[in-house]
Protein backbone atom coordinates (compact mmCIF):
# COMPACT_ATOMS: atom_id res chain seq x y z
CA UNK A 1 0.00 0.00 0.00
CA UNK A 2 1.40 3.59 -1.14
CA UNK A 3 2.21 6.27 1.16
CA UNK A 4 -0.08 8.49 -0.22
CA UNK A 5 -2.90 6.05 0.29
CA UNK A 6 -2.27 5.18 3.78
CA UNK A 7 -2.52 9.36 4.45
CA UNK A 8 -5.80 9.10 2.53
CA UNK A 9 -6.83 6.43 5.14
CA UNK A 10 -5.46 8.12 8.35
CA UNK A 11 -7.17 10.99 7.32
CA UNK A 12 -10.46 9.27 6.78
CA UNK A 13 -10.26 7.77 10.23
CA UNK A 14 -9.62 10.72 11.77
CA UNK A 15 -12.51 11.93 10.69
CA UNK A 16 -15.18 9.31 11.08
CA UNK A 17 -13.32 8.20 14.68
CA UNK A 18 -12.14 12.18 15.64
CA UNK A 19 -15.15 12.51 18.04
CA UNK A 20 -15.78 9.02 19.37
CA UNK A 21 -14.93 8.11 22.51
CA UNK A 22 -16.17 4.97 22.94
CA UNK A 23 -16.38 2.27 20.74
CA UNK A 24 -16.58 -1.82 20.49
CA UNK A 25 -14.10 -3.44 18.57
CA UNK A 26 -15.62 -6.62 16.60
CA UNK A 27 -15.00 -9.44 13.90
CA UNK A 28 -17.55 -9.66 11.02
CA UNK A 29 -14.97 -12.52 9.49
CA UNK A 30 -16.86 -16.04 9.20
CA UNK A 31 -20.13 -14.25 8.34
CA UNK A 32 -21.55 -14.24 5.44
CA UNK A 33 -22.44 -11.25 3.13
CA UNK A 34 -26.29 -11.32 3.38
CA UNK A 35 -25.97 -12.25 7.06
CA UNK A 36 -23.27 -8.73 7.11
CA UNK A 37 -26.36 -6.63 5.04
CA UNK A 38 -28.52 -7.84 7.38
CA UNK A 39 -26.31 -7.14 10.72
CA UNK A 40 -25.56 -4.09 9.37
CA UNK A 41 -29.13 -2.80 8.71
CA UNK A 42 -30.46 -3.73 12.32
CA UNK A 43 -27.52 -1.86 13.40
CA UNK A 44 -28.42 0.71 11.17
CA UNK A 45 -31.86 1.46 12.73
CA UNK A 46 -30.57 2.25 15.63
CA UNK A 47 -27.76 4.95 14.29
CA UNK A 48 -24.99 2.07 14.78
CA UNK A 49 -22.33 2.10 12.45
CA UNK A 50 -19.89 -0.61 11.41
CA UNK A 51 -17.07 0.37 9.87
CA UNK A 52 -14.18 -2.46 8.92
CA UNK A 53 -10.62 -0.77 10.01
CA UNK A 54 -6.72 -1.67 8.93
CA UNK A 55 -5.12 -2.54 12.17
CA UNK A 56 -2.12 -0.81 12.22
CA UNK A 57 -3.20 2.26 10.70
CA UNK A 58 -5.56 2.44 13.28
CA UNK A 59 -3.13 2.35 16.30
CA UNK A 60 -1.30 4.97 14.49
CA UNK A 61 -4.43 7.03 14.36
CA UNK A 62 -5.55 6.17 17.91
CA UNK A 63 -2.21 6.73 19.64
CA UNK A 64 -2.72 9.28 22.13
CA UNK A 65 -5.93 9.84 21.35
CA UNK A 66 -8.92 8.90 23.13
CA UNK A 67 -9.63 5.30 21.47
CA UNK A 68 -5.37 4.25 22.06
CA UNK A 69 -6.97 2.09 24.75
CA UNK A 70 -8.30 0.14 21.83
CA UNK A 71 -4.76 -1.55 20.89
CA UNK A 72 -4.43 -4.85 22.64
CA UNK A 73 -8.58 -5.93 20.99
CA UNK A 74 -6.51 -4.75 17.12
CA UNK A 75 -5.75 -8.25 16.00
CA UNK A 76 -6.86 -9.97 13.02
CA UNK A 77 -10.08 -8.56 11.44
CA UNK A 78 -11.36 -5.76 13.41
CA UNK A 79 -14.22 -3.49 12.34
CA UNK A 80 -15.67 -0.33 14.87
CA UNK A 81 -19.15 -0.18 16.44
CA UNK A 82 -20.17 3.24 17.48
CA UNK A 83 -22.87 5.29 17.30
CA UNK A 84 -26.14 5.35 18.92
CA UNK A 85 -26.77 6.53 22.30
CA UNK A 86 -23.78 5.36 23.86
CA UNK A 87 -21.31 2.20 23.62
CA UNK A 88 -23.94 1.14 25.98
CA UNK A 89 -26.60 0.85 23.52
CA UNK A 90 -24.25 -0.71 21.17
CA UNK A 91 -22.63 -3.28 23.26
CA UNK A 92 -26.76 -4.24 24.26
CA UNK A 93 -27.20 -4.52 20.46
CA UNK A 94 -24.31 -6.39 19.65
CA UNK A 95 -24.87 -8.80 22.82
CA UNK A 96 -28.48 -9.91 21.17
CA UNK A 97 -27.08 -10.07 17.26
CA UNK A 98 -24.37 -12.30 18.53
CA UNK A 99 -27.26 -15.24 18.95
CA UNK A 100 -28.53 -14.66 15.32
CA UNK A 101 -25.02 -14.39 14.26
CA UNK A 102 -22.86 -16.64 16.24
CA UNK A 103 -20.32 -15.94 13.71
CA UNK A 104 -19.83 -12.30 14.90
CA UNK A 105 -17.05 -12.13 17.36
CA UNK A 106 -17.25 -9.68 20.29
CA UNK A 107 -13.42 -8.45 20.47
CA UNK A 108 -13.63 -6.04 23.42
CA UNK A 109 -15.03 -2.42 23.81
CA UNK A 110 -13.85 1.04 25.76
CA UNK A 111 -15.54 3.73 27.90
CA UNK A 112 -14.23 6.36 29.54
CA UNK A 113 -11.03 4.63 28.22
CA UNK A 114 -11.38 1.74 30.12
CA UNK A 115 -11.04 -1.21 28.10
CA UNK A 116 -14.02 -4.30 28.11
CA UNK A 117 -11.93 -7.19 26.59
CA UNK A 118 -13.57 -10.46 25.12
CA UNK A 119 -16.87 -11.09 24.39
CA UNK A 120 -17.35 -11.14 28.31
CA UNK A 121 -16.28 -7.65 28.69
CA UNK A 122 -18.62 -6.54 25.91
CA UNK A 123 -21.16 -8.47 27.93
CA UNK A 124 -20.52 -7.09 31.27
CA UNK A 125 -20.55 -3.71 29.46
CA UNK A 126 -23.82 -3.70 28.15
CA UNK A 127 -25.07 -4.43 31.95
CA UNK A 128 -24.17 -0.29 32.82
CA UNK A 129 -26.70 2.01 32.27
CA UNK A 130 -27.31 3.90 29.31
CA UNK A 131 -26.93 8.00 29.70
CA UNK A 132 -30.47 8.76 30.23
CA UNK A 133 -30.85 6.00 32.46
CA UNK A 134 -28.04 7.25 34.77
CA UNK A 135 -29.85 10.48 35.06
CA UNK A 136 -33.23 9.45 35.27
CA UNK A 137 -32.04 7.15 38.29
CA UNK A 138 -30.21 10.30 39.88
CA UNK A 139 -32.71 12.57 39.74
CA UNK A 140 -34.91 9.82 41.10
CA UNK A 141 -32.59 9.86 43.83
CA UNK A 142 -32.38 13.38 44.36
CA UNK A 143 -35.62 13.80 44.51
CA UNK A 144 -36.74 10.71 46.95
CA UNK A 145 -36.14 12.83 50.49
CA UNK A 146 -38.00 15.96 48.59
CA UNK A 147 -41.16 13.66 48.12
CA UNK A 148 -40.69 12.12 51.68
CA UNK A 149 -40.47 15.72 53.24
CA UNK A 150 -43.68 16.97 51.10
CA UNK A 151 -45.33 13.60 52.47
CA UNK A 152 -44.25 14.43 55.80
CA UNK A 153 -45.60 18.03 55.69
CA UNK A 154 -48.98 16.98 54.29
CA UNK A 155 -49.70 14.14 55.62
CA UNK A 156 -50.87 16.68 59.33
CA UNK A 157 -52.95 18.30 56.57
CA UNK A 158 -54.46 15.70 55.46
CA UNK A 159 -55.73 14.71 58.48
CA UNK A 160 -57.13 18.06 60.12
CA UNK A 161 -58.75 18.49 56.59
CA UNK A 162 -60.29 15.05 56.94
CA UNK A 163 -61.76 15.50 60.18
CA UNK A 164 -63.06 19.34 59.28
CA UNK A 165 -65.02 17.56 56.27
CA UNK A 166 -66.23 14.97 58.81
CA UNK A 167 -67.37 17.44 60.84
CA UNK A 168 -69.19 19.40 58.42
CA UNK A 169 -71.00 16.62 56.65
CA UNK A 170 -72.45 15.78 60.21
CA UNK A 171 -73.48 19.12 60.54
CA UNK A 172 -75.10 19.39 57.56
CA UNK A 173 -76.73 16.34 58.31
CA UNK A 174 -78.16 17.87 61.65
CA UNK A 175 -75.82 15.65 64.23
CA UNK A 176 -74.76 16.71 67.08
CA UNK A 177 -70.46 17.04 66.72
CA UNK A 178 -69.08 16.23 69.84
CA UNK A 179 -66.81 18.41 71.76
CA UNK A 180 -63.33 17.61 72.57
CA UNK A 181 -61.12 18.98 74.90
Same mark, same amino acid.
Given at each position: ????? *???ILHDYADR?????DVAVISIRGVGSNDTNALRATLRKK?? *?ITVIRNS !?? *??QFAEGA??? !??PVLTGPSALA?? #?QSVVEVARELIGLVKTFPNLEL *? #???LDGELFEGADGIERLSKFPTRDEAIAKTVQIILSPARKLVGSILGPGRKVASCVKAIEEKLEKGEAVARVG
Open positions: MSKTV *KQMFGEESDI *K !LA *KRLDG !LAYG #G *K #GAI
